[in-house]
């Protein structure tokens, strides 16, 4: 292994210990502020995800990364951002002008969903030279939650 793939392999580390370090509280939404700011949570942790299952589509196709390691970790990614958009889905909007946002960050949440599972998809089929292609617009999904973040905020 090369100087360059042990530092990938260590920053991937790292940033695999990041992403599960993202706290995310589901209760209630009394406020259009509370609402906002589980909001703005949701859209961070589904940012991390995202940008994780890049990085790993990225080191696959330069060939820095084994196949069953890459599989399950997009499958590991997959699950937590269907988790975070499930989580975010189960709280009550508590008013109509809050109706807009949830409406707005579920979309970029189904759509981050969608791209994450054929990147999964397509690890699994052993496509591993074609993920940074196959995972090109999860670019878009994270910048999308960012723009949606800077919106919030």
């Known amino acids: 292994m090369s100087t360059r793939s042990s530092m990938r392999a260590i920053l991937?580390?790292?940033?695999?210990?990041l992403v599960g370090c993202v706290e995310h509280r589901v209760g209630p939404a009394r406020t259009a502020d509370?609402?906002?700011?589980?909001?703005?949570?949701?859209?961070?942790?589904?940012?991390?995800?995202?940008?994780?299952?890049r990085f790993l589509a990225e080191l696959s196709s330069?060939?820095?990364?084994?196949?069953?390691?890459?599989?399950?970790?997009?499958?590991?990614?997959?699950?937590?951002?269907?988790?975070?958009?499930?989580?975010?889905?189960?709280?009550?909007?508590?008013?109509?002008?809050?109706d807009e946002v949830r409406s707005q960050l579920v979309g970029l949440l189904d759509a981050a969903v969608e791209h994450v599972a054929t990147v999964r998809i397509a690890?699994?089929?052993?496509?591993?030279?074609?993920?940074?292609?196959?995972?090109?617009?999860?670019?878009?999904?994270?910048?999308?939650?960012?723009s949606f973040l800077q919106a919030l905020s």
């Not at 509370?34 to 299952?53: L, M, N, Q």
């Open 34 to 53: 509370d609402y906002d700011r589980k909001a703005r949570t949701t859209a961070s942790a589904a940012i991390s995800a995202v940008e994780t299952v």
């Open 123 to 146: 690890a699994r089929r052993g496509q591993l030279g074609e993920l940074a292609d196959i995972g090109a617009p999860l670019a878009g999904d994270s910048a999308a939650l960012n």
């Open 62 to 98: 330069a060939g820095d990364s084994l196949a069953t390691f890459t599989s399950v970790s997009v499958s590991e990614q997959e699950d937590a951002l269907a988790a975070i958009r499930s989580d975010f889905e189960s709280i009550q909007p508590p008013g109509s002008p809050s």
């Open 12 to 17: 991937l580390a790292a940033l695999m210990t």
